[in-house]
């Protein structure tokens, strides 16, 4: 077996296999996990004996390696397999069933499956296209040894490295790609901005099959040398166990981790633990806020997603709540995606409610290019929609202020358009996570019975908290930023919203079902916000409204806005 292999000539290797072969005499800590740790130049000979492997089982089409693990030691063994195999790795969704599991690992070209025996059971049955001999079974002991010496192949920085799928809020799941030099670019980025150092523990909640964890924290860990600190999937009753465990520094979030981990019962120690930071996306203001007092770790919110089209970036100056400014040479801005003319900086009263909504939010883009944009795996016609008329188009609905702050509104499907308004879902949600018994939260439209949507809200509360209508509807009345058209007509009362495996909130379900469901809701028939139960009365009356004006099939389909003008 042989690693050898030049890495780039000047400063930092320009490659993900050279950012491992510089660890490969590294003798501090690489891998934590449970009771058992790994040096990083153990982790390289694992890498190297699976990039063996993966070589002699390698068959001809395009060198693709599905892994479908939990965060395991393996996933991160794998992935280094596959920077120095040259082959493509594609991390697969374990929390994926049935014929969308199978399309995932078909339509990426693997050609080899890594799994465990929960996840061959999965497949079992399942169209994917691969033979017995594809699939390697980590649980199971791999006889099979190279019978001549292999010498690895040199990888360049142009060369693919990564397919890693979205998240799936808004749609099937998009394979992104991700080269070497991408990837070896935002670790090095990634390490020097957020001060990663040797000494670091980087705990990863977050699934290692998502870009979250890839970049934020496992890309800048082996580019620094810090340890990289695993626990097979996200628990909330299990996270500060974990960081003391594994003496964590930092970690990383998405989505609703952070008020899961806030509605676990507090204790006086908490705070008592090495983290000094985290680093994480779309977590609530309130949520951020709670954490830091009750840990004593300081957060940093960033903006950005797998496809890399657009970065933002947070600075001592930027306001609360604010997405940051445009990294240098890029020229980010909020466009009218039916136009494409710039939308008008956001304007704000003394208390800062956002006065003109209607003309500030619009779609973010990148007018210079496709920034880090290297495409979708076989879909053109989704990146065609990312780069039309030479821009990248986020998808993510967003405001900037005079002074050039971005602030996020919510994803593009999140329009809603009552009483001839547009309204954007996350201002609003910025509002109602305030509600002291709100645990989680989520915003979108349904039809109204004559045009247009109305506002629904599902909430999810903390323990202990019950809804009590006239209270919410005397605490709306003092929210001073509260929009006038904002307000939900509808509330429903959930014990959990639909999430990703990543924890970003689905709407789709929530948009689909409106208020035919099984939890609680509660309405407001007038314009007084007078809440009351929803009967099966009342539910027979709206359907009723609606096929009387001819909008029965909104109340399925989502809300009736479809765009910002």
């Not at 790609?177 to 001060?195: E, F, P, Q, V, W």
Request: glycine residues 10%.
């Amino acid at each position: 077996m042989s690693c050898a292999a030049p890495s780039a000539e000047h400063g930092a290797p320009d490659t993900v296999a050279g950012l491992l072969r510089a660890r490969a005499d590294d003798d501090a800590t690489g891998v934590l996990f449970e009771h058992r740790r790994w040096t990083w130049r153990q982790v390289v000979v694992e890498s190297s004996k699976r990039a063996e492997l993966a070589l002699h089982r390698r068959s001809p089409g395009p060198f693709h390696i599905g892994i479908l693990l939990e965060n395991v030691p393996d996933y991160l063994f794998w992935l280094g397999a596959a920077a120095l195999a040259g082959a493509v790795a594609v991390g697969i969704n374990p929390t994926r069933r049935g014929a969308a599991l199978a399309r995932d690992v078909r339509d990426s070209d693997c050609q080899l499956l890594v799994t465990d025996h929960a996840g061959a059971e999965l497949l079992a049955g399942l169209h994917t296209a691969l033979g017995e001999e594809a699939v390697i079974v980590i649980d199971d002991k791999v006889s099979e040894e190279p019978t001549t010496p292999m010498t690895l192949p040199i990888v360049q920085h142009q060369d693919l490295f990564l397919l890693l799928f979205t998240s799936g809020t808004t749609g099937d799941p998009k394979a992104v790609r991700c080269t070497h030099g991408r990837l070896a670019a935002i670790a090095a980025r990634t390490a020097s901005h957020y001060d990663f150092r040797p000494d670091d523990v980087c705990y990863c909640p977050m699934p290692l099959f998502h870009g979250n964890a890839v970049m934020a924290l496992w890309a800048p860990a082996l580019a620094t040398g810090a340890a990289v600190a695993l626990t097979r999937r996200f628990s909330a009753s299990g996270f500060i166990a974990d960081v003391r465990h594994h003496g964590a520094t930092r970690f990383t979030y998405v989505g609703t981790a952070l008020a899961y981990v806030l509605a676990t019962p507090p204790r006086a120690d908490d705070a008592d633990t090495n983290l000094r930071m985290g680093f994480g996306t779309e977590a609530s203001g309130r949520d951020r806020q709670a954490f830091e007092e009750r840990f004593g770790c300081t957060l940093v919110e960033g903006y950005g997603s797998s496809e890399g089209g657009v970065a933002l970036q947070v600075g001592p100056d930027t306001p609360a709540g604010s997405l940051g400014r445009p990294t240098v040479g890029q020229d980010a801005a909020v466009c009218d995606p039916l136009t494409s003319a710039e939308c008008p900086p956001a304007r704000f009263d003394r208390v800062g409610r956002l006065l003109n909504a209607n003309e500030a939010i619009g779609e973010i883009v990148n007018r210079s290019g496709p920034g880090g944009f290297e495409g979708y795996y076989r879909d053109e016609d989704s990146e065609a929609e990312r780069l039309r008329q030479g821009w990248y188009w986020t998808g993510d609905l967003g405001y900037r202020d005079e002074d050039g702050f971005f602030y996020f509104a919510g994803r593009r499907g999140d329009w809603l358009r009552v009483d001839g308004e547009n309204v954007a879902a996350a201002p609003v949600e910025r509002v109602l996570e305030r509600y002291p018994p709100v645990a989680a939260l989520a915003v979108y439209g349904v039809a109204d019975p004559r045009s247009g949507d109305r506002v629904m809200a599902a909430l999810t509360l903390r323990q202990g908290q019950v809804f009590e209508p006239d209270g919410f509807r005397r605490w709306l009345a003092e929210q001073p930023d509260l929009g006038t058209k904002w307000a939900p007509r509808f509330v429903r009362i959930c014990a959990r919203l639909p999430l990703t495996a990543t924890g970003k909130v689905v709407k789709e379900p929530l948009v689909g079902q409106g208020w035919e469901c099984e939890d609680p809701v509660f309405w407001s028939p007038d314009r007084d916000l007078a809440y009351r139960r929803l009967t099966a009365e009342d539910r027979a009356e709206l359907r009723q409204t609606l096929l009387a004006h001819g909008r029965a099939s909104l109340a399925a389909d989502g809300p009736a806005g479809r765009g910002p003008r």
